[in-house]
């Protein structure tokens, strides 16, 4: 069955430090992945997705497909940063839905 | 910006009473979704539209919840009778058709049955 899994519920780092969130995926087609962010008291919205291979806000994803992952990266995080992340997967062929993982918290303190 | 309204925000309700929850997706989107999040949980998928038609309902409790969206713009999900169980929030997301998954949710209604 299709999965995603985020290992961490909580990551704690301090303003500046390197973020990683991780994020594996089970599927044995070929997946579109994205990575979902929800700031305190906003809706859920879209961060990145990896065929667009874009940065955004200084975060960057990669697709390994031969380790079925997704980690999300930042080189210096920042405040603002503090949020709810999920990474999401899509298999549907006809349509868009997508299967979230149970989301990672990221909290930067200075 | 154009965004996904719903309505109500919050709803407490009676076990085995009748609630509904509202979606007016983004204009021109003709996909619509309904999730359902469980504290400490990622969104799971309740059913899919396009359009006025039902995509994937598989994972939807046909026993007491059932989805409409009979114009194919906005969309009602309606619970009876509710369970303890059911006390989530619910969040409805519409996209572009074939817009490479791109999705946009609404700010959800928090549902707590007592």
């Known amino acids: 069955a299709q999965r995603v899994t985020q290992p961490e519920k909580l990551l704690s780092v301090f303003k500046g430090a390197p973020v990683e969130l991780k994020c594996n995926y089970s599927y044995s087609g070929s997946p579109e992945l994205f990575w979902y962010v929800q700031y305190s008291r906003q809706r859920l919205q879209l961060l990145l997705r990896h065929i667009s291979r874009e940065s955004i806000k200084g975060f960057t994803a990669d697709l390994n497909k031969g380790e079925t992952s997704f980690h999300l990266k930042k080189p210096f995080a920042q405040e603002e940063d503090s949020a709810m992340y999920y990474c999401?997967?899509?298999?549907?062929?006809?349509?868009?839905?997508?299967?979230f993982g149970k989301g990672t918290t990221l909290s930067v303190s200075s | 910006e154009a965004e996904v309204a719903q309505s109500p925000r919050y709803k407490i309700t009676e076990k085995s009473q009748a609630v509904a929850f509202w979606c007016d997706p983004i204009s021109g989107h003709a996909t619509l979704y309904w999730y359902r999040q469980i504290l400490g949980q990622g969104p799971e998928l309740l059913v899919q539209f396009q359009d006025e038609s039902v995509v994937d309902d598989s994972q939807l409790p046909k026993d007491r919840f059932s989805a409409e969206r009979l114009k194919g713009v906005d969309s009602t999900l309606k619970i009876q009778p509710a369970e303890l169980g059911d006390s989530a929030m619910y969040l409805c997301?519409?996209?572009?058709?074939?817009?490479?998954?791109?999705?946009?949710f609404g700010q959800g209604t928090r549902l707590t049955v007592v």
């Open positions: 999401a997967l899509s298999i549907n062929q006809a349509g868009t839905a997508l299967i």
């Open positions: 997301a519409s996209s572009l058709r074939n817009t490479g998954r791109r999705a946009f």
